[in-house]
Each structure stands twice: as structure tokens, then as C-alpha cells.
């Protein structure tokens, strides 16, 4: 008997935009979006368990992303 487990399951949900924000990267005026992506622990292919979650900001041109803080996202939301 063996048992098929993965770690990096990942679901990534859009949570919205932010203001008119500048890029560093590419230098573009545009609202980012903030995403909230959790990885999961899986069994036999179904994840069961989060073990992290991230807030990540992106740039919709260049794709430039960072994480950020949930406070940071609350702050950015409003």
C-alpha cells in the first residue's frame, strides 16, 4: 500500500484592483490587482489542508509581482 501525497497544491482567487499605481519595472500608470494565493497539502490529489497563504500585488502589463502584508492589502482595498 502506498499513499500519493503533493505539497504544492496552489488556488490563487482575484480579491480586486488598487488605485492607479506606478510600475518600477516598466515604468506603467495602472490599477494592480491583489490576489490571495494558498497552497495546499493534497492527498491522492485532493488538497485538504492550507499551509500558507500569500497576498500578491501585480503589475497588468509586465507582470512585476510582490508579496505584500494582509495589512497592507487591507489598506490598499479600502
Partial sequence: MFIIFNLGDRKVK????TAQ????????T???PIHRAKTYFSLFFIPLIPYR????LSCP???ETRDI???EKNRLLQ
Fill in 61 to 63: 502589463v509586465c507582470r
Fill in 21 to 28: 499605481m506606478d510600475c518600477p519595472r516598466c515604468g506603467n
Fill in 53 to 56: 497563504t500569500e497576498f500578491l
Fill in 69 to 71: 502584508t494582509e495589512d
Fill in 30 to 32: 495602472s490599477a494592480w
Fill in 14 to 17: 482575484h480579491l480586486g484592483n
